[in-house]
């Protein structure tokens, strides 16, 4: 990725920039997510952030940072911006939750049913859904570090989602 970075910095390369573009929108997108934005939201943040780092490539220097941390960082910036203009407090601000026995209980139970569901998986789809949802890493990276096909990695994925679904399914929300 410092290379493409580097590319657009010191030449303007559209293309290098296409391929930075490809590879950080939905990863923003998703860290975004996560961190409390909207949909919508999110996607204006990210064309912000890689607007910036278009118009802002000659400031960066491969001796202080990786291409993805200076990126990351200017995403995280705007985040913080968004949510300071919404006066939405930020996770770290909204303080300890308060104590709800019930809910405790009910979650406590939730999480009891969940494990059994996901004991009930092929050691397959329990790899494989773990390392999706709980290393965050996309498919294709599973495929390159496991040596499956794609196709492979996709279908314990969806059968894994089906069959927990199934399991769950008197769970309420």
Known sequence: ????????????????????FD???????????????????????????LLTVWHKAAQFDPGRAEAAGWIYRIARNRQIDVLRRRRIPMPDELGPPADDAAQSVALAQEARLLRAALSRL??????????????????SEISHRTGLPLGTVKSRIRLGLERLRHELRDLKP
């Open 1 to 20: 990725m410092t290379r493409l970075l580097l590319a657009v910095r010191d030449r303007q390369d559209r293309q290098a920039f296409g391929e930075l």
């Open 23 to 49: 590879h950080f929108a939905p990863r923003l997108k998703a860290m975004l997510i996560r961190s409390g934005l909207t949909d919508g939201s999110a996607e204006d943040v990210v064309q912000d952030v």
């Open 122 to 139: 092929s050691a397959e789809q329990q790899e494989a859904l773990a390392q999706a949802y709980m290393d965050d890493l996309p498919q």
